[in-house]
């Protein structure tokens, strides 16, 4: 670190399970980064989790939100675990930091490994305030039987926020490719992912909503390919034929699964990052869960959760550092050698980091 740098100060939220395996992983490489960036980062840990709930009765304590409103440029969000059955008192505190932080976009890209697996190259730009995950449930009886129900919230401002951020994605990654950046695809699109065949009010707004932010600013988004897909016929097309889609933006629901499904599509949940955006903060989040089953052994893959440690400065506004990183992922996945169990490799969490970290 040089005098000049700047200084970022990054909060950091292990959860649970091997979260706390791999959030050690991010800030390794966040402290490796070459003095070329002039960045110098500054850490503050903070406690969130189904662990921390069973110690203290809270699942994410005040003190979190107010530190990363606080002090914090940007954050890391381990995982946490997710009690299988209900647990009074308990939520998840990565959906209620979701809220507090007004981070509306959930960003997740899928890129394969060259010559690994099917070729795909797409990031999903997920609604994340809204739809059936308002929990507005309801349960009553009727001719002596129970009914359940659920509310699909739409608006049109959400739609319209997350519309906007996802035509910046695409803008964004025209230009990563100009710059020299690896990808399949060599002009923008977005598809819209909606099923307003049958739910023509409230899927009809999402879509109407997301094509009227497009046509409205065709000087700025002109250059990008605008589609739609219905939900289902995206489903078929995304495992026929991932390689024709560059962005996909969808509500809540359609977003959660089309995410986990892409995930299928390069080969470890291990690799898959995210970053959880607002308008003035970002979190990166890696994909997978608290993973019980290896928690403790020291094979944790670190890649999702340093791919989204490069996502979380790409949304900070630091496209240069994020580049770097990910180009050192992908030569450590290209060579295949140092890699953990789930790629079938026999390196630790800890060498696939110092791998990674040489490349850098
Ligand atoms: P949770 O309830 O926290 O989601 P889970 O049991 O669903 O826990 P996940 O973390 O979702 O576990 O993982 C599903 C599978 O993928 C597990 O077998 C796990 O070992 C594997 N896995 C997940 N993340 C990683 C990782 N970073 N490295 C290696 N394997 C992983
Ligand atoms: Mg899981």
Known sequence: STASAKKLTIGLIPGDGIGREVIPAGKQVLQALPSQFGLNFEFVDLNAGFDYFKKTGTALPEETVQILKQSCDGALFGAVSSPTTKVAGYSSPIVALRKKMGLYANVRPVKWVEGVGRPVDMVIVRENTEDLYIKEERIFEKDGQKVAEAIKRISENASKKIGKIALEIALKRQKVRELGGSSLH???????????????????????????????????YGSIEYKEQIVDSMVYKMFRQPEEFDVVVAPNLYGDILSDGAAALVGSLGVVSSANVGDDFVIGEPTHGSAPDIEGKGISNPVATIRSTAMMLEFMGYQEPAAKIYAAVDANLKENKVVTPDLGGNSTTQEVVEDIIKRL
């Open 186 to 220: 060599t002009s923008p699109s977005i598809t819209v992912v909606h099923k307003s065949n049958v739910l023509s009010v409230s899927d009809g707004l999402f879509r109407e909503t997301v094509k009227g932010v497009y046509q409205s600013d065709l000087a700025r």
